[in-house]
Structure formats: structure tokens, C-alpha cells
Nanobody, 120 residues
């Protein structure tokens, strides 16, 4: 059974940093696209960042502030979030693709999410 378990969320002041982790189990994702999405109350889920074997993707508002990385040996991905803003407040979800694709529709497995709250 595949599981994606996020950790590292919490409450932080604006301008602060958090590092999210997503540990995968049940299968190896070293050849799969993986990513982070978020959903704020009343808003649609949006793709924050994603990583494949050869490239990374960032939403425009995250470029220069967020960094996605992966440790294939640990079957884990990370999201380093710096210069956080109140508008970054959301539930952050980890997701994994069945292939190397990181297009939004390619993600098949999902974690339960971790809350990130940025106070002003």
C-alpha cells in the first residue's frame, strides 16, 4: 500500500521559513514525478512545485522563495519555504505521479496534507 506522509508544517511569522518533508512508502518513486500542492480555504488546489528526474517546476509566486528537492535513497521529497507570506497559508499536500510527468493531471498518489499558517 502506497503512503505519502507529510510533516514539517506549523505556525510561522511572515518572513520566516519552514521545511516540509514527504516520506513515501509502499513503492519507489525515484523515477516518478513528485510535487507539492496547496489549498487555502475557499480556493482551488494549486500546484506549488514539482520535480522529475530532469527538471523542476515552480508556480510563479513561489519562484525564488521555495525550493523543492528529493532524496531518492530515502524516498522523500522536501519543500524549503523561505520569506513566507500570510497568503502562503494553506494545507500543503504531497503528491506522486505514476510516471516521470509533473503535469498537474499526472499526480496519482496523495498525502493527507500538513497545515502551514503564516501570521502577519
Amino acid at each position: 500500500q502506497v503512503r505519502l506522509v507529510e510533516s514539517g508544517g506549523g505556525l510561522v511569522q511572515a518572513g520566516g521559513s519552514l521545511r516540509l518533508s514527504c516520506a513515501a512508502s509502499g513503492r519507489t518513486f525515484s523515477n516518478s514525478g513528485m510535487g507539492w500542492f496547496r489549498q487555502a480555504p475557499g480556493k482551488e488546489r494549486e500546484r506549488v512545485a514539482a520535480i522529475s528526474r530532469s527538471r523542476t517546476y515552480y508556480a510563479d509566486s513561489m519562484k525564488g522563495r521555495f525550493t523543492i528537492s528529493r532524496d531518492n535513497a530515502k524516498n522523500t521529497i522536501y519543500l524549503q519555504m523561505n520569506s513566507l507570506k500570510p497568503e502562503d497559508t494553506a494545507v500543503y499536500y504531497c503528491a506522486a505521479s505514476l510516471s516521470d510527468s509533473i503535469l498537474p493531471h499526472a499526480f496519482y498518489y496523495w498525502g493527507q496534507g500538513t497545515q502551514v499558517t503564516v501570521s502577519s
